[in-house]
């Protein structure tokens, strides 16, 4: 593991930003919407959650206190294509629930960043990588999102122990970056497509703008010399 190298996660990310551009994340058109698919993506692929978050939509369930009202089976059924429906459907209300508890989306802007987290976490379903999710891209942030991407391309690149806990890893990241949310938003969306597009399971290491610097590159993935 080669965590201390100085640079190299601020390199990875100009690779990555020069290949892919900006990436304009979370899809969402309100921060509540944000908050939705946060919990509605653990566990499933983004395309499902587009289609639970337009049943909401349509059935006017966008809001807390209407996602609240809504019958439990009612709501399930809505999030039915997110896979887990019963379990999201829980997990949004007490989501919703807590929300109203603290006064809301527009109060909880005036917390400062650890106590907003904390209390997130005290939110039944809600764990760390859901809740950097809420707090980066529904509340501007700076908290590094440690997912199974980012811990596979770095994991690869040899910069993170893979296995390695998650608060570790977020503190790790924020370390070497600084405290920028708009960066850490951009980085996180430009892993997430790499690590879907190239570095994948089977990983297309011909096709990788890191691959020179990366110990983890296959030899059956390059092109024949």
């Keep these: 593991m080669e965590c201390g190298r100085e640079g190299a996660f601020l390199h990875v990310y100009r690779r990555l930003d020069r290949a892919y551009g900006p990436q304009h994340w979370w899809p969402g058109e309100t921060p509540f919407e944000v908050m939705v698919g946060a919990v509605l993506t653990q566990n499933t692929a983004w395309v499902n959650v587009e ?6 939509r349509q059935a ?11 019958h439990p089976a009612t709501l399930a059924r809505h999030l039915r294509p997110s896979g887990y429906f019963n379990v999201k459907a829980r997990r949004l209300r007490n989501l919703c629930r807590w929300l109203g508890e603290q006064g809301g989306e527009r109060r909880l802007r005036r917390w400062p960043t650890e106590r907003l987290r904390g209390g997130l976490l005290t939110v039944n379903g809600i764990g760390p990588e859901t809740a950097d999710d809420i707090l980066l891209y529904a509340f501007d942030r700076a908290v590094f999102v440690i997912d199974a991407y980012t811990r596979r391309l770095f994991g690869r690149l040899g910069l993170i122990d893979p296995k390695a806990g998650y608060e570790w890893l977020r503190h790790t990241f924020e370390r070497e970056l600084g405290g920028d949310a708009a960066l ?11 690590a879907k597009r190239v570095c994948a399971p089977r990983p297309r290491c011909a096709q990788c703008v890191l691959r020179e610097r990366c110990p983890g590159v296959t030899e059956r993935s390059l092109p024949p010399r």
């Design 184 to 194: 850490y938003n951009q980085y996180h969306a430009l892993v997430v497509r790499h």
């Design 60 to 70: 006017e369930l966008l809001e807390p206190e209407a996602l609240l009202a809504a």
């Design 51 to 56: 289609r639970a978050i337009t049943n909401l």
